[in-house]
């Protein structure tokens, strides 16, 4: 399904890049005659190009964002940032130079380099470095839409990530998530892990038939639920197996009401 999914979006991309090739020559062409200016197919048809350079640098920034994954809010920006600047040189100087390789098989007297790259910088780099920004922020929204609740009911086990260290935690035995900035806490039968994922995360990321938001900085697993009583404010405290309790606010009473009636 993912990969039915991955070539989906891939042909999407593609189709949106020849589109956008494609209004870019009408528009030369339009600009011609209102200005009347000399119109040339070779030239336009190879200069705009560009968009469809979009398709493999688009493919690798989505590689590049699969392998580096930041966490952080602020690491996000700054990886979208930095990405951004540098795939747009790369996008800039490759079709530079495909574009005068193919100037100098089609034309007697072939463009510079040096012409074409400033125009490409003062015409097209605006828009590359938007696109190339808000690349990492769509992808991980694409990420959401691929993995939902109801994807994710099998998952036995979580893969807990703390610096360099790395636990395969069983989540049949996880009591309780906690937040414990700037990391978040899992508390299981018999250890206390800190973990680099946000609570919203692994929120994503949860069997919600199992785990249950029940306040705005915790998440238990309703099966190590022993015991719940009021606080007479429309909030409750639930007890766990561990003898652990969990305040289950009001605010999330929809989550966890149905836990009442058992």
């Known amino acids: 399904m993912n990969r039915k999914l991955l070539n989906t979006n891939l042909r999407t991309i593609i189709l949106f890049c020849f589109l956008i090739y494609g209004l870019a020559i009408f528009q030369d062409y339009l600009f011609s005659r209102f200005k009347s200016t000399g119109f040339y197919w070779s030239d336009t048809m190879l200069y705009n190009t560009y968009w469809l350079f979009f398709i493999p640098f688009i493919k690798l920034a989505k590689y590049a964002k699969i392998r580096v ?4 809010k602020k690491a996000k920006i700054l990886y979208a940032f930095t990405s951004s600047l540098v795939f747009t040189v790369l996008h800039i100087s490759f079709f530079c130079t495909l574009f ?8 007697e007297i072939p463009h510079r380099f ?9 015409s097209q780099s605006q828009i590359t470095i938007l696109v190339y920004f808000f690349l990492p922020f769509v992808i991980d929204y694409l990420n959401r839409k691929k993995n939902p609740n109801n994807k994710v009911m099998e ?12 636990t395969k935690l069983d989540l049949s035995k996880v009591l ?3 937040t414990d900035r700037p990391y978040t806490a899992i508390f299981s039968l018999d250890q206390k892990l800190l973990h680099d994922e946000s609570l919203k995360k692994l929120e994503s990321l949860l069997d919600p038939n199992t785990f249950i938001r029940v306040h705005r900085s915790a998440i238990i697993n309703k099966n190590h639920i022993k015991e719940i009583s009021s606080r007479k404010n429309g909030d409750y405290d639930a007890i766990l ?21 058992h």
């Open 69 to 72: 994954q930041p966490k952080i």
């Open 241 to 261: 197996t561990n003898q652990h309790s969990v305040r289950l606010s009001r605010h999330y009473r929809p989550n966890w009401n149905n836990l009442l009636n």
């Open 100 to 107: 005068i390789i193919g100037s100098n098989l089609i034309y």
């Open 176 to 178: 309780v998530i906690k």
């Open 114 to 122: 040096s012409t074409i790259f400033k125009n490409a910088i003062s």
């Open 155 to 166: 998952q036995k086990f979580i893969t807990v990530k703390n610096g360099t260290r790395i």
